[in-house]
């Protein structure tokens, strides 16, 4: 079965240090990727999504994600943490034959102490 | 604004009670869904609409009842429902209902929520 892992539960860093946060999949052949966020009391917003080509994306925000096939993991990253990115984010995979059913993970809660 | 547009955006309820969920778009989408997001848990998928005809339901309780009037509108009647149906649940719409890896399309548009509370 499909199944998206996000390890951390939270993660807290400080304001203008660096971020990784972790997604792992287990999907058969190569799925369609997707990183959201969750501002407190908002719905989620797309982040930055990955189909295939080059492995490294840029999103909004400042953010990217690298594609690793021979690890599974699709892990989003920021070279410096602003107080506003405190958020939830979700990973999310899916495939084209499934259309628009994505399999989210169950999110990492990003803190951000300053 | 996200141009979906979920009301209201709390609800309590007792459990004999009767309530709608509606979320509204202003994309010119012609796919919506109803997301179920309980604390600690992934989203789970609950119904997809397509140009007004459900094409998935995943096994949710008929204690849900969705209704898709157009491709604007999606409403989720609730009714008889049980503590553990409380949960932030999100509407999410996208242009089509298959991801177009070419241009990005379809990709999912999601609303604020509706946080729901049954005593």
């Known amino acids: 079965a499909q199944s998206v892992t996000q390890p951390d539960i939270h993660i807290t860093v400080s304001e203008g240090a660096s971020l990784e946060l972790r997604c792992n999949y287990s999907?058969?052949?190569?799925?369609?990727l997707f990183w959201y966020v969750q501002s407190p009391g908002q719905g989620l917003q797309l982040l930055l999504k990955?189909?295939?080509?080059?492995?490294l994306v840029q999103g909004i925000k400042g953010f990217e994600a690298e594609f690793k096939r021979s690890q599974s993991s699709f892990n989003l990253r920021k070279p410096s943490v602003h107080w506003s990115d405190a958020a939830e984010y979700f990973c999310?995979?899916?495939?084209?034959?499934?259309?628009?059913?994505?399999?989210f993970g169950a999110g990492t809660i990003l803190r951000v102490k300053s | 604004e996200t141009g979906v547009t979920q009301t209201p955006r709390h609800l309590v309820m007792g459990m004999t009670n009767k309530k709608s969920l509606k979320c509204e778009q202003h994309?010119?989408?012609?796919?919506m869904y109803w997301y179920k997001q309980s604390a600690k848990k992934p989203l789970e998928l609950m119904f997809v609409?397509?140009?007004?005809?459900?094409?998935e339901n995943n096994s949710v309780p008929s204690r849900f009842s969705p209704e898709c009037p157009n491709s604007s509108h999606l409403f989720l009647h609730l009714h008889t429902l049980q503590p553990e149906d409380s949960a932030l649940y999100l509407c999410?719409?996208?242009?089509?209902?298959?991801?177009?890896?070419?241009?990005?399309?379809?990709?999912?548009?999601f609303g604020a929520g509706s946080r729901l509370t049954v005593l």
């Open positions: 999907y058969g052949a190569t799925p369609y």
């Open positions: 999310a995979v899916g495939k084209r034959e499934y259309g628009n059913k994505l399999v």
């Open positions: 990955y189909f295939s080509g080059d492995t």
């Open positions: 609409y397509n140009f007004k005809e459900q094409t």
């Open positions: 999410a719409s996208s242009l089509g209902r298959i991801i177009s890896p070419s241009s990005g399309a379809n990709v999912l548009t």
């Open positions: 994309l010119g989408h012609n796919a």
